[in-house]
């Protein structure tokens, strides 16, 4: 079985490749079979679909759950617990449901394609699978799969009708029924496409496609390498098993464990990576970001954003582009222990300022934890705002790649520790972060009032890619002034080529309008500040001071033109001088007690012991089924030959006693166990032999046997202890080459200048502290100077070059290796150059090296391009050839690594030629208004009218503040705020206060200049002239009006009540009412019309399922109209100019918009900390907000938030319904609105121009329809 055919074709690939052309991806006979032929069951030639419920014949096992079925989705992965069928471009692994991801992306096999899935109990594939696991996973080498579920991509399109470019890859999960694998199998050349076009385009792009694993429940998911990354491709020419494109991992019985890959016959992930990264651009350049140029220096290249763009050079963001960042915090806060709590982040770059929400903070930390508003303080310095010249910010030094500690010293003497890993964009485009806090804060009683000072803090580069930052602060607890400090050091990946990256400079950040607080209602804590960073400007005190401390030491400036020397991690000292701490020996290492501490210069590492696995500070025993049942401490498990299966017996040297495995045991009259002055006799009671101590000592025997009384040695560690015979007891003399009583040795002084016997990997240098010579270990070995062993690579990383990997060398430690195609000792590797027979590439030629004649290198012919290994075509691109359509855009294409033609927003075509999509508005700018735009709203142009104009795009008129402006109300009270943005103060004022009311719901009436309200403690609906005046009730006898909308065409009211689970509409006067929905309804909250159309819209808050739905006015034809990705869906508006539905979601914090037709669902802000209601004015979108003083508001396209709208003196209290009143009511028409549509009672629009007339709940449907006779006759 070991030598199955296909194990033998995967080793036999692997040699054949060594010294040919490098192969990318699998060949389709080493497949696992597949296709009809086969008798796979096939999916449905569609977009968005997936198998129905698999039934298994042997259960498969992910993570620790077993599962009897499984479903095939579409867009490349398998589901288990659930389907998966729609593609979400929004979401990133983990994505919180059980996955297991080959190639997720918006796979459509319309146009090419199909999937192929069955389960297979076939011997020879069997056995195949077998031996490339027990191949590759030493800890199951006997493993033996039952069965296989195999699922096929074959030749797969993308998003939408795509058939020009496709994919072949397969999933096959082997299993027994308690272990189970997994192969990801990419074909040779079998990966053409990495995202699809995307729903919806032009609005928002798909990622690239994601591949990994997601355990559904949050903690434990692992991604494959380039996962969500435009070189997501590489999957077909990497590998974890050194075959390309194949990849292996255990899925099942991990025992509380992450995915584990394979541990042999592993090889180098990248050996097969065509591109081999060199030292110059000519090879490396792939590394810099699209948005970056590559240089090359004298030791290698760099990376360098292009300008407007900013970043370390592989990754560049455009200049005010909103960032945001999602994250996990951990900890033990005041004893308090916390687990994953949401972190989200919003950053407005433009102006630095940068916000931070925490969620699900127990109550009893809640306001201790606002004085921690360094949390959020790193997000500040990573965009703060450069100000002058050589100013960086933090991601101009990390890219958003770092790790950073920060310590807190309160002057109470309590002490806090902050970690946070910073691991770069996902596949969203969103930094992500994890933080974990430990330590002890100043009690802080809830409901008292925190604040921070505005403050500095400089931030010094010490040495390559470390800065270090310290700062005196002040918090204020009831304008109580309390002082704390800040210690942070900040460890990121830096370029060390480029020698003016080499700088010392200081960079002082400035920090102001901080913003603490806790809602203990949401459990929430909320950081907003604005950030500033500029050069350190005069003397750097460190500039000079650095050569006071020590090496091992940093300079950080204090102010004032001081600075102060301290000791890096793991290190104890004045600054000045500095040693190493032994972490060992401590009592506050962290490792496991089934674990053992090593002591490394700065650190410490914990290792697990034999038989345990982790990451040394949790260490688990490595339990591992043998067939049905565990092996026993000193027990193995073996193969019965004869029983066919495996079993689990005594490892060597131990023999079986019950149930367990007890060492051999041996008397001493068969062995001589016995100790020094002890002899071996028979005991007559114990009916056996054993060791017992001559006259005059003591001991068990066979240990030991001493005399009475005598103490162990405490000697010097260069010291051994001996018997004195002379002196009847033990002593301590010290060893050879040192000096003094045993106690206390110290080294013999040694002639100046000589060394003795110094190992031959030593040096013999000046000891400066003890002014002797002395033989000193060369750098990368490690010893007392007389003997020195080379230092583990496993242990120090940072010993090998960059063309090196660190291997086992066989005896236990392990070396660096220079990778194929480089030669050198490991810590230094340099190319071979290449080898006239068959290194180049077909199209290449290998030539003699002008700067080094004994070499040779690759350059490939005229015509072509590359790295002289691989050499493709050259196409002249846009950049260098004009073109391109005039509607087209020449851009860099990162897949072609080349720029291409691309078709403008709004325009179909290959980029040569492109055509308009919808309204010929934007060939033919003449059918806007002056004072309109002509804007692309998801995939069509209209004409809409500019900022403080109102009108359909084609007509505009300027808009009077005087009676246009938004109407809101706040507790008891309503209000009023003008809402244009020019230039002039801003217009607020109290309208109307009512102390017995809670008004949440409003909204207004064009025609009658009226504005009507809900009141929730009284249940009914109210109204007034806009001036405030003639306040009466219009509708009674409601329990909770929660939401209210005017038809002004039809003169109806249409009213949500959250009490009665009831949607009902009134006249007018509130005397003709009818229930339209009473059936499954939970929390109705927020209700929009659009009377041209004849539909309305509502939410439906319940937590247990929130959704968003729409019927025809009249109440039939309900149907669902968004109802994934919602958490508190609350306040509805809609745009009857470009048909946008727009809500707030206060449970995910955001605005979002979507088409009336269901067509291109966007996020127009995630910075939308508690939504209520919402309202369109213009194109402008205003909100209120349970948490902000003041009206936010945002263009309808997203971006940066404008600045808030102030609130008007006169209230006080959470803010609740807006609306926005206009002196012109909108330019619509329907059925109704002459002569109530013919209608005797209520006249209720449906699309298409129709109506019905209904009847009211207090007249019955004869009566009624008596009526309608008899007004016909």
Same mark, same amino acid.
């Given at each position: 079985?070991?030598?199955? #055919? ?69 867009? %490349? ?31 459509? @096999? ?150 584990? +890959? ?161 691991? %770069? ?39 390559? %890619? ?19 400090? #800040? ?5 990121? @990946? ?153 079993? /689990?017996? /005594? ?49 068990? %025997? ?61 040096? /013999? ?55 194929? +195609? ?6 230094? /590797? ?78 179909? +075509? ?137 038809? #002004? ?93 727009? #809500? ?130």
């Amino acid at each position: 079985m070991m030598n199955s #055919w296909i194990s033998s074709k995967f080793f036999v690939l692997l040699a054949l490749c060594i010294n040919c052309e490098f192969v990318s991806g699998v060949p389709k006979r080493l497949f696992f079979p597949y296709g009809e032929d086969r008798g796979d069951s096939v999916l449905p030639t569609a977009d968005d679909i997936s198998s129905n419920e698999y039934q298994l014949q042997k259960d498969i096992v992910f993570y620790d759950d077993t599962y009897s079925s499984i479903f095939v989705n579409l867009n %490349g992965h398998l589901s288990l617990g659930t389907d998966l069928p729609i593609y979400q471009p929004d979401l990133a692994l983990p994505i919180n449901f059980k996955v297991i991801a080959a190639f997720l992306a918006d796979i459509d @096999t319309r146009g090419a394609g199909a999937v192929y899935y069955r389960e297979t109990q076939e011997r020879a594939i069997v056995e195949r699978a077998a031996a490339d696991i027990q191949n590759h996973f030493s800890k199951f080498p006997t493993f033996e799969p039952t069965s296989l579920f195999i699922a096929t991509w074959d030749n797969v399109g993308y998003y939408n009708f795509s058939s020009e470019k496709t994919n072949t890859f397969q999933i096959v999960i082997a299993t027994d029924g308690q272990d189970s694998f997994v192969f990801f199998n990419y074909l040779t050349d079998g990966i053409n496409w990495v995202a699809g076009e995307g729903k919806l385009r032009g609005v928002a792009a798909d990622p690239p496609a994601q591949a990994g694993f997601d355990s559904g429940e949050g903690r434990l998911h692992m991604k494959l390498p380039h996962s969500g990354t435009f070189d997501v491709a590489k999957l077909a020419k990497e590998s974890n098993i050194n075959v390309p494109g194949v990849w292996i991992y255990q899925i099942g019985n991990l025992r509380g464990g992450n995915i584990v +890959g394979p541990d042999m016959n592993t090889g180098e992930v990248v050996i097969f990576e065509p591109e081999v990264i060199g030292s110059t651009c000519l090879d490396g350049a792939e590394t810099c970001s699209s948005n970056a140029q590559c240089i090359d220096f004298e030791g290698g290249y760099c990376c360098e954003c292009l300008p407007p763009y900013y970043g370390n050079g592989q990754q560049c963001l455009e200049p005010g582009s909103p960032q945001r960042l999602n994250g996990k915090i951990t900890g033990v806060l005041n004893g308090v222990t916390f687990n994953d709590l949401d972190m989200h982040a919003f950053v407005v770059t433009k102006d630095g300022r940068a916000y931070t929400a925490i969620s699900r903070v127990p109550s009893e930390i809640g306001p201790q934890m606002l004085t921690l508003n360094t949390i959020g303080g790193i997000i500040g310095w990573l965009f703060a705002l450069p100000s002058g010249l050589g100013a960086k910010n933090g991601y101009m030094f990390t890219g958003g790649h770092f790790n950073r500690t920060a310590r807190i010293q309160y002057q109470s003497g309590a002490f806090v520790l902050i970690n946070q890993q910073f691991f %770069g964009h996902d596949a969203l485009n969103n930094l992500r972060l994890e933080t974990r806090i430990d330590g002890t804060v100043p009690d802080i009683g809830n409901g008292e009032k925190i604040t921070v000072d505005d403050y500095k803090e400089e931030y010094r580069r010490v040495s390559t %890619g470390y800065i270090r930052s310290h700062s005196d602060r002040i918090y204020r607890v009831n304008n109580v002034a309390f002082k704390y400090t #800040w210690d942070q050091t900040i460890h990121y @990946t830096e370029c060390r080529h480029d020698p003016g990256r080499n700088v010392t400079d200081t960079m002082r950040l400035s920090v102001s309008r901080n913003f603490v607080v806790y809602d203990d209602n949401d459990r929430v804590v909320r950081f907003a500040m604005s950030n500033k960073i500029g050069v350190l400007t005069g003397a750097d005190p460190c500039r000079e001071g650095v050569q006071n401390c020590d090496v091992n030491a940093d300079c950080i400036p204090t102010g004032e033109g001081s600075y102060r020397c301290e000791c890096r991690n793991g290190f104890e000292g004045d600054g000045r001088v500095c040693f190493d701490i032994d972490e060992c020996s401590g009592s506050i290492i962290t490792c496991d007690v089934n674990a053992r501490c090593y002591n490394v210069p700065g650190s410490f590492q914990c290792q697990c012991l034999p038989d345990f696995k982790g990451d040394g500070r949790i260490c688990i025993r490595d339990v591992q089924l043998c067939g049905n049942e565990v092996c026993v401490e000193n027990a193995r498990c073996v193969y019965d030959q004869e029983i066919q299966q495996p079993k /689990c017996e /005594c490892k060597p040297g131990f023999v079986q006693q019950q149930s367990a495995c007890v060492p051999v045991s041996f008397s001493c009259n068969e062995v001589e166990i016995c100790a020094k002055n002890a002899e071996c006799v028979y005991d007559r009671l114990e009916q056996r032999y054993r060791c017992e101590c001559l006259e005059g000592y003591s001991g068990d %025997g066979e240990d030991s046997c001493t005399k009475p009384g005598l103490e162990e040695c405490n000697c010097d560690p260069n010291a051994d202890c001996f018997y004195d015979t002379q002196r009847f007891g033990y002593r301590c003399q010290c060893k050879e080459g040192y000096t003094g009583d045993g106690t206390s040795c110290t080294l013999i002084a040694v002639l100046p200048s000589i060394c003795d016997d110094c190992h031959p990997n030593a040096q /013999c240098v000046f000891n400066q502290t003890s002014q002797q010579y002395q033989c000193r270990c060369a750098e990368g070995f490690q010893g007392n100077g007389y003997r020195c062993e080379q230092v583990d690579c496993i242990v120090q990383t940072q010993l090998c070059d960059v063309n090196a990997r660190c291997l086992p060398d066989g005896t236990g430690t392990h070396r660096c290796v220079c990778k194929e +195609g480089y030669r050198g000792d490991g810590r230094r /590797c340099e190319q071979e150059g290449c080898n006239v027979v068959n290194d180049c590439d077909i199209n290449a030629q290998c030539i003699p090296d002008p700067l080094d004649t004994s070499r040779y290198f690759c350059r490939c012919n005229q015509g072509y391009e590359g790295n002289g290994k691989v050499c493709i075509r050259r196409v002249v691109p846009c950049n260098e050839v004009d073109n391109c359509s005039e509607f087209a855009e020449c851009v860099y294409d990162p897949n072609a690594l080349s720029y291409r033609c691309r078709c403008r927003r709004g325009y179909d +075509g290959n980029g040569f030629t492109c055509t308009a999509r919808g309204d010929n508005c934007r060939e033919n700018p003449g059918l806007c208004d002056p004072n309109a735009s002509c804007l692309l709203n998801v995939d069509t142009f209209l004409c809409v009218c500019n900022e403080n104009y109102r009108g359909d795009g084609k007509s505009c008129a300027p808009i009077s503040d005087e009676t246009n402006f938004l109407f809101f109300s706040r507790g008891y009270s309503l209000h009023r705020v003008t809402a244009s943005n020019r230039e002039e103060e801003v217009h607020t004022s109290r309208l109307l206060y009512v102390p017995d009311e809670l008004i949440v719901a409003v909204d207004s009436d064009c025609v009658d200049h009226k504005y009507y309200w809900s009141d929730v403690f009284k249940g009914r609906v109210s109204r007034a002239n806009l001036d405030g005046s003639d306040k009466e009730v219009v509708v009674q006898d409601l329990q909770s009006p929660e939401g209210i909308a005017i038809d #002004w065409l039809s003169r109806n009211i249409y009213i949500t009540d959250s009490g009665l689970d009831i949607i009902e509409v009134t006249n007018m006067n509130g005397s003709i009412r009818k229930t339209l929905i009473n059936t499954s309804l939970k929390d109705p909250r927020a209700i929009v019309i659009d009377p041209q159309r004849g539909e309305m819209y509502w939410t439906d808050w319940f937590r247990g399922g929130p959704t968003i739905e729409k019927a025809y006015m009249d109440g039939t034809n309900r149907k669902l109209f968004v109802n994934t990705d919602l958490s508190l869906p609350n306040g509805l508006t809609i745009d009857y100019t470009t048909q946008q539905i727009c #809500w707030g979601d206060a449970g995910v914090k955001k605005i979002e918009c979507i088409r009336s037709d269901g067509v291109g669902r966007r996020v127009v802000t995630e910075n939308a900390p508690y939504p209520f209601d919402i309202t369109f004015f213009g194109n402008t979108l205003y909100w209120s907000d349970w948490t902000i003083l003041g009206i936010p508001n945002i263009n309808r396209d997203g971006g940066n938030r404008n600045e808030d709208l102030p609130l008007p003196v006169g209230g006080n209290g959470r803010l609740y319904g807006i609306t926005s009143v206009r002196e012109y009511c909108p330019r619509l028409s329907n059925y109704c609105m002459r002569n109530n549509g013919g209608c005797r009672f209520l006249c209720l629009p449906t699309p298409n121009g129709g109506r019905t007339c209904a009847c009211p709940d207090n007249i019955a449907p004869e009566r009624c329809n008596e009526i309608a006779k008899v007004k016909r006759k």
